[in-house]
């Protein structure tokens, strides 16, 4: 970890210390040995104690301060003093968010699917004290930890879920990694997954399976649709065959529809006709403002458009 900001006040204490001592000595040189010497002399060495003795730590930081290998304090932020050869700063801890990333490759899910699944982990220490006397590196503890979580995790996920329920895979992690860490006064804050891979041919394998879904799906509903269109045209049989003349209305729209855009020929069997009603014919034709003699009469008569 870089010193420098944290000796800087001190390193500019000494420098003063220095000046004062060589100014003090070169002005006492007739004043005796006292003045010329011995004070320039202590203020030379409190100079040179002063950069270790004398620290600061950033607003974001906490130093852990051993004297005689026990734990005296946690210090900063700030500047704080610590007795040369006596105490040591056996930690320098950041309080800030930290982040790590891990992953796991070829790992097997629980329906024995190989994936390789990366995720980074948000974290936080929340006791120093802990995490500079209780571990050894926290940072590589929570590495390892994070790295196990998730290949548990992975064993006991199906592909599945995994892949759509990624929400829930960071809750489980964030939660187990968590609770790991916690005797070592580091907090886990969240997990996320980023990218979940599996193999190529298993890739090719899920879209096939997904496209011929699509088209079961797509037979399902064209299904469903002739099925309705079935029962519209049963009902509607079982109306024309309760009321003739509903029948013979629907007859001659048909006829009407397929004159009325161009000219059009249309040969009626005299039966037919009968069985229509000529003089229905004739009066629906006049009602939709056609000549009399549009109606199909006879037998087998054309009946022409007038167009």
């Known amino acids: 970890m870089n010193t420098q900001g944290k000796n800087a006040p001190a390193i500019v204490v000494s420098v003063l210390l220095i000046l004062i001592a060589l100014l003090v000595g070169a002005l006492g040189r007739e004043s005796g040995l006292l ?20 620290l600061m730590a950033q607003q974001w930081e906490k130093a852990v301060v051993l004297r005689f290998g026990k734990l005296h304090a ?4 700030g500047l704080f003093v610590i007795v040369p050869f006596v105490d040591q700063v056996s930690n320098w801890i950041d309080q800030r968010i930290q982040v790590t990333g891990f992953n796991a490759e070829q790992a097997l899910t629980k329906d024995t699917v190989p994936a390789n699944v990366d995720a980074i982990l948000f974290w ?3 006791n120093p004290e802990r995490a500079a006397l209780e571990i050894t590196d926290y940072r590589d503890a929570i590495l390892r930890v994070a790295q196990t979580s998730l290949r548990e995790m992975i064993g006991s996920s199906l ?3 995994l892949l759509s329920d990624r929400k829930v895979a960071d809750k489980l992690l964030t939660d187990e990694i968590g609770r790991k860490t916690a005797d070592w006064g580091v907090s886990a804050i969240s997990v996320e997954i980023r990218d979940v891979a599996i193999p190529v041919q298993l890739q090719d394998a899920m879209s096939r399976q997904a496209q011929a879904e699509r088209e079961k799906m797509a037979r399902v509903i064209l299904g469903s ?3 309705e269109i079935a029962q519209k045209f049963l009902d509607a049989a079982n109306i024309y065959s309760k009321n ?4 013979q209305l629907r ?3 048909i006829i009407y529809e397929t004159t009325k855009e161009r000219g059009t020929t249309i040969l009626i069997p005299t039966s037919m006709v009968d069985s229509m009603n000529a003089g229905g014919i004739l009066g629906y034709a006049s009602a939709a403002g056609k ?3 549009e109606a199909a009469t006879g037998n087998d008569k054309p009946v022409k458009n007038a167009a």
Do not use: K
């Not at 003739?244 to 029948?247: E, I, K, N, W």
């Open 35 to 54: 003045v010329a010497f011995v004070i320039p002399g202590l203020l030379v060495l409190l100079a040179v104690l002063t950069p270790i003795s004398l």
């Open 74 to 77: 946690i210090e900063g932020p």
């Open 124 to 126: 936080q220490v929340h």
């Open 159 to 161: 592909l599945s879920a």
């Open 225 to 227: 649709a002739e099925e």
């Open 244 to 247: 003739p003349a509903a029948l």
């Open 251 to 253: 007859a001659m729209n």
């Open 291 to 293: 000549a009399p003699e």
